[in-house]
């Protein structure tokens, strides 16, 4: 069941645990007062438009890291998946697993025609308010470029 109100600009990111790709342990509000976090939702591990667009990330990786933010990338595959597309592309950040969904609902990610979970990338400043929504199924490169505009006018 999707959150009834999508998170947007300006609220409080809701905080969230999960396991990252290595086995440990990631919380959002560890990173409250330290970096900004982009987090970007994305369907599936190995597919062609979740792989261009984790690739786009990856490959401007090194801007985001000079802007003072951390990337997570989140989806509901397993830990084991993560793992495996991580290395096979040379992922430098955080994939998540959501195995149920919950941090998906949670800040209300829409599914694409009721089926395939949505593609929403969501930029969260030091503070831990969120500073941009961006929602695109098929631009994926879009989604690096709104997360480095956002950063920029922080």
Known sequence: MA?????????????FTLSSQTGEQVTLSDYRGKQAV???FYPKDNTPGCTAE???FRDSYEVFKTMGA???GISSDSIRSHDSFAKKYNLPFLLLSDSDSSIRNLYG?????????????????????????FN???????HVKEAVKTLQGL
């Open 109 to 133: 990610v829409p599914s694409t025609m009721f089926i395939l979970p949505g593609r929403v990338t969501y930029v969260i400043d030091k503070q831990g308010i969120v500073r941009n929504v």
């Open 136 to 142: 695109s199924m098929m631009d994926f490169e879009a």
């Open 3 to 15: 959150n009834s109100k999508p998170i947007k600009v300006g609220d409080v990111a809701p905080d």
């Open 54 to 56: 984790s690739c786009a």
């Open 38 to 40: 982009v987090v970007y």
């Open 70 to 72: 951390e990337v997570i």
